[in-house]
């Protein structure tokens, strides 16, 4: 089993530590690196900014509603760039909204997760997005 590195894009600081939690508790060969907010997600993918951060992750996961760069701008700012293109895109959003659904896959996410209110929830969508990442998934060479 190969290991993946996700990038989760969430402003909620609680959010951020459940979801490292959640696939901690996976035991999947996953590296997270977290943004703080949209900007800071660009800005790590476009420029490399960050000791720890991978240019380019096997997956992306952003937040929808976010202030400043909501995950929506950031996923159309990443499928209009060439060199981001081929990042998978997962929303993960406490928002139902049949608009924000429609619209991230307008702009070609990959996927659009309502995110769990619950540990045991949002554990089963780190597990899933773990196993695609590490066995299931096929990548483009970086």
Not at 99 to 108: G, Q
Request: glycine share 8%; proline share 4%; with cysteine.
């Amino acid at each position: 089993m190969r290991g993946a590195d996700i990038l989760v894009v969430d402003d909620s600081a609680a959010d951020r530590a459940s979801i490292r939690i959640a696939f901690e508790r996976t035991g999947h060969p996953v590296k997270l690196h977290f943004a703080h907010n949209g900007q800071m997600a660009l800005d790590l993918l476009r420029n490399g900014q960050g000791a720890a951060m991978v240019v380019r992750p096997h997956l992306c996961v952003l937040d929808v509603k976010m202030p400043g760069l909501s995950g929506l701008h950031v996923l159309q700012a990443l499928k209009a760039d060439n060199n981001l293109v081929e990042i998978p895109v997962i929303m993960l959003s406490g928002s139902d909204d049949q608009s924000d659904i429609r619209a991230a896959y307008r702009l070609f996410a990959s996927g659009y997760i309502k995110k769990p209110t619950d540990a045991e929830g949002l554990h089963e969508v780190a597990d899933v997005l773990g196993r695609l990442c590490t066995g299931i998934f096929a990548f483009p060479q970086k």
